[in-house]
């Protein structure tokens, strides 16, 4: 059927890759290391995209991120990362979202401990607001 041994063999390795695959999936074994979307962001030793109420739609490199009132956001990131947060450079800007303008709003990120977080020193601070006080707004962080 299949004259040569290479194309044997390639389609004995699918047959292979897919029934592991198959047997993980099947099993109830996770795949996939996490439950949220892993970002694409090689140059990062940190990154996500945090929704207003403190969920994570991408990320890379966090181990939590908690969100104790109205504009405060603690970043927690993953010790394999290495990242010390009091010498790190952190970068995050408002997401706008559609049919919203973001004139006026703006955000705010501290590498020092603050209250809001529980004045933990390798926690990364993050505060979104508007005009009129804290308010929630979905933002990217980025650690370089």
């Known amino acids: 059927m299949f004259k040569t041994i290479r194309t044997r063999r390639g389609l004995v390795g699918t047959a292979a890759a897919l029934g592991v695959l198959a047997a993980g999936v099947v099993g109830g074994v996770a795949i996939a290391d996490d439950s949220t ?3 694409k962001a090689p140059h990062a030793q940190a990154s996500a995209l945090v929704n207003t109420d403190g969920s994570r739609l991408y990320s890379k490199g966090i181990k939590s991120l908690t969100k104790p009132k109205t504009g405060e956001y603690c970043v927690t990131f993953d010790d394999a990362t290495g990242i010390k947060v009091d010498r790190s450079t952190p970068v995050a800007t408002l997401y706008a979202i559609e049919g919203t303008a973001p004139w ?3 955000v705010f990120v501290t590498t020092y401990p603050t209250q809001a977080c529980g004045n933990a ?4 601070t ?3 607001g508007s005009n009129s006080g804290a ?3 979905p933002f990217f962080l980025y650690v370089p």
């Open 37 to 39: 979307v892993k970002a």
């Open 104 to 106: 006026g709003w703006t």
């Open 121 to 124: 020193v390798d926690t990364l």
């Open 126 to 128: 993050v505060f979104t």
């Open 135 to 137: 308010a929630d707004s």
